[in-house]
């Protein structure tokens, strides 16, 4: 249906957790929304094989949410708990009913999942050149904050890099000081940061694993939750489960473009520390304000 034909009319819209039941319709519906904004001929094949869905739902049902229109599921969005910093998203609505109110429905439980966690740092990724989405994450306080360039290297095999051990070749009795070591990193990185769900979430779901570079002390100098590139539909990566932290830094100033803008919520204004983003096959890193750079995680644009 294309946009002149779709009109401002109220829904009655439901909104309930995201069950099992509903995660090849809620895919399906991510496809199509992210595919029909981005004008793809085939909106149903955006993204291929990667998952967005079924992993991200995995790595936390209880704050996984569906919209529903007479029982059919028209909606869902996502929310991540990480420590101090709170990130939601992928939200997306099935494009034919765009413009009811049914993106503002579905962020009322995130924000209420936000206040059960207590999270003091609350984040998502949008698409900068879109007044609807703009407007959207501004009623609930996010303001935009930088554009992120989105760029891609292909991996190769290189020398073999000394200190460096992989969270899934630990024992059990191993993990947990791993994770403990983890978190102290992400903290120095931005106070409270906690990448311990992301961990364990790829780890259970066999979706890759987590590179851990030892210090020349006992902690970390860098950490990176790192997926398969060959996983197949239903295996691969959620944004939840590729991220990356290091401890904070100061690279050469690099100039930035890019389409996605990255929007905090002003009750964080400023933040405590800078920000940085990631994708999954190169580190980007980004001023902020503050003037200072330390990487961080990020997340892919979501759909209003």
């Known amino acids: 249906m294309s946009a002149a ?3 401002s009319v109220a829904v009655p819209v439901s909104v309930r957790p995201l069950v099992e039941p509903d995660l090849d319709r809620a895919d399906e519906i991510f496809r199509v929304a992210f595919g029909t904004f981005l004008g793809l001929p085939e909106p149903e094949t955006f993204f291929g094989t990667a998952d967005y869905v079924r992993t991200r739902w995995a790595a936390d049902p209880r704050a996984a949410f ?41 962020m009322e439980p995130v924000m209420d999942r936000f206040d059960t966690w ?16 703009l407007e959207l994450y501004r009623r609930y306080g996010f303001w935009p904050r930088f554009l992120t360039a989105v760029m891609r290297k292909r991996v190769t095999v290189s020398a073999v890099v ?31 940061l906690s990448l311990e769900r992301e961990i364990t979430a790829v780890q259970a ?23 398969s590139a060959t996983a197949e539909r239903g295996r691969r990566p959620a944004r939840t489960c590729a991220s990356s932290s290091s401890a904070p830094y100061a690279p050469a100033r690099t100039p930035r473009t890019g389409s996605n803008d990255c929007w905090t919520r ?28 330390p990487t961080a995680v990020s ?4 759909r209003a």
């Open 66 to 106: 569906a919209a529903t229109v007479e029982g059919e599921v028209v909606g869902s969005n996502f929310a991540a708990d990480w420590g101090s910093v709170g990130y939601f998203g992928p939200l997306t609505v099935r494009p034919d009913l765009w413009d009811r109110g049914i993106g503002r429905r579905l």
């Open 205 to 227: 779901q066999g979706l890759g694993d987590t590179v851990l570079l030892e210090g020349a002390g006992s902690g970390l100098d860098g950490l990176a939750v790192w997926p």
């Open 299 to 302: 997340a892919p644009g979501c």
């Open 162 to 192: 000394p200190g460096r051990v992989l969270y899934g070749e630990l024992t059990a009795a191993e993990r947990p000081d791993a994770l403990g070591l983890a978190r102290a990193l992400t903290g120095a990185v931005h106070e409270g």
């Open 5 to 7: 034909k779709r009109t």
């Open 118 to 133: 207590e999270n003091r740092h609350l984040g998502l990724f949008t698409f900068s050149h879109s007044p609807k989405h």
């Open 266 to 293: 002003a009750s964080n204004w400023p933040p405590r520390r800078g920000w940085g983003n990631w994708t999954p096959e190169r580190i980007w890193p980004a001023r902020t304000p503050t003037g200072a750079w």
